[in-house]
């Protein structure tokens, strides 16, 4: 996500990275200068590269772009993706006889005249708070700059800035979920208490787990639960709604973070210390611990509600934060661009596909139904679509099913995804048959069958669910047979 090249214009920004991203250099003796990487991939993630380059890998074949299966492919490219945007906009019409049944999800939009698909509930809370969340963003900034100024001008010690954020934090969460946010801070403690008790014990990671996977059954089970449960006088507090209710919903991701927390404060009781004393690059930020009084609750407090991180993600780990916190990275300003166009590229993108592909409509009314195999393939292909491109759900957990069917979602990921593969490496082990002409294409049949159970999963957990993807299948097989 940055540049390596020599800026002309530098500006300071605390910036927190995760182990999918990459930082610029910073000038610090012993670290490493990752390569820049270019093309399409650039316009949407860069991963940090391995430590250590892998020698004991085969020699890579010519490359194919000039054989008759590469042309096939192409061909095939040049039929069937039009078809893919095709079929959903011409479903998407209102002179569509389906148009009747899901119409009145539909919002009036910008873009050609369009109406826009506005029914997703939580996008909707995204699309609809963006310049409150730009305010947010901007507030958040000028804050750690004014920060940065007065910590400067009165010398304060660099542990200062982990005091600060967890103010600013507090604040922010109590403006996002009002009186939730003594929900959210008893879970905190409470994950923290179990984590300090435990220690190095043996069983400590299976215990944590355990504690957060049913903290999370229990949040939905009780809809983030109600103080007038508790006693009726308390039922004031429901009122107290913030700017965003629901947190049980954003509470997922947080429970990534808890888990994180737990973990790192386990490895670092039960590892020896590191020979080297700061971290060189990003792997050793992520895996080198530290003493034990920085496993305190207010670093604690300060990684799991962190505003960027609470909000919008992405995930990392506690370590990481911390050596971040203790060292901030400097920005140049022509990569903040960079990511701002790309930031508004993807919120185009999903505005085009909601004003011209009503496919989120469709499925919450059941509108698919009575539609050819290929309009239902593309129903729920769309659907997929826009889930991934959510901005404020990129991670596993929430479209395989999440809040929604999350025992059914796991269990389907588990099953259909990772048990396959990992039968499949057993069966047919690169190191003995990756060298074969047949091989590469078995692998490419693995991988769409693979693909094909993700997306199976998806669609049981998070678009038509058990009985929809029952009905598909039946359409899809069906009009084979016949």
């Not at 000039?66 to 998407?92: D, R």
């Not at 895996?287 to 995930?315: E, R």
């Not at 195999?373 to 099913?401: C, D, Q, R, T």
């Amino acid at each position: 996500m940055t540049s390596n090249g020599p800026p002309q214009i530098r500006i300071e920004m605390h910036k927190i990275t995760s182990p999918n991203e990459r930082e610029p250099h910073t000038g610090i003796e012993g670290e490493e200068k990752p390569p820049r990487h270019r093309g399409i991939v650039a316009l949407t993630i860069e991963t940090p590269t391995s430590s250590k380059p892998r020698y004991d890998l085969p020699p890579r074949p010519p490359p194919r772009w000039n054989t008759p299966e590469f042309i096939f492919y192409l061909i095939v490219f040049i039929i069937a993706v039009p078809l893919l945007v095709k079929i959903p906009v011409e479903l998407s019409q209102p002179t569509h006889p389906k148009y009747i049944q899901y119409h009145r999800r539909l919002s009036p939009g910008w873009i050609g005249g369009r109406q826009v698909d506005n029914s997703d509930r939580q996008y909707r809370s995204f699309r609809d708070n963006i310049p409150a969340l730009a305010l947010l963003s901007i507030g958040h900034l000028a804050t750690n700059k004014l920060y940065s100024l007065v910590s400067r001008a009165s010398s304060l010690p660099n542990s200062s800035r982990i005091a600060f954020s967890a103010i600013v934090s507090l604040l922010v969460l109590g403006g996002l979920h009002g009186s939730s946010m003594i929900k959210i801070l008893l879970i905190l403690s409470l994950n923290y208490w179990v984590t300090k008790r435990l220690g190095a014990k043996a069983f400590a990671p299976a215990a944590i787990w355990t504690l957060n996977v049913a903290v999370i059954f229990l949040n939905e089970i009780y809809d983030g639960y109600k103080f007038a449960a508790l006693h009726p006088s308390l039922a004031f507090l429901d009122s107290v709604r913030g700017a965003y209710p629901r947190w049980n919903v954003t509470f997922n991701i947080t429970m990534l973070r808890l888990i994180s927390f737990s973990m790192d404060y386990y490895w670092a009781c039960t590892k020896r210390p590191p020979a080297a004393l700061e971290p060189r690059n990003e792997k050793d930020r992520v895996v080198m611990p530290h003493s034990d009084g920085d496993y305190s609750f207010l670093n604690y407090l300060a990684y799991t509600i962190y505003p960027p991180l609470y909000i919008a993600g992405p995930i990392m780990t506690f370590n990481n934060f911390i050596w971040q916190m203790r060292q901030p990275v400097r920005i140049p300003f022509r990569d903040i661009m960079q990511y701002f166009v790309r930031f508004l590229v993807c919120i185009l993108t999903m505005e085009l596909i909601l004003h011209y592909m009503w496919v989120v409509a469709m499925k919450d009314t059941g509108s698919w139904q009575g539609l050819s195999p290929a309009e239902i393939s593309m129903v729920g292909f769309w659907n997929l679509i826009i889930i991934w491109l959510k901005l404020l759900i990129p991670y596993l957990y929430i479209p395989v099913g999440g809040s929604t069917r999350p025992i059914l979602s796991t269990l389907a990921v588990f099953t259909l995804f990772v048990i396959p593969e990992m039968t499949a490496r057993q069966l047919l082990p690169p190191s003995k048959y990756s060298q074969e002409p047949w091989y590469r294409h078995i692998s490419a049949i693995g991988g769409v069958f693979n693909i094909l159970m993700m997306m199976a999963a998806n669609l049981v957990g998070f678009v038509v669910g058990i009985s929809g993807t029952k009905y598909l299948a039946e359409q899809l097989f069906g009009s084979w047979q016949d």
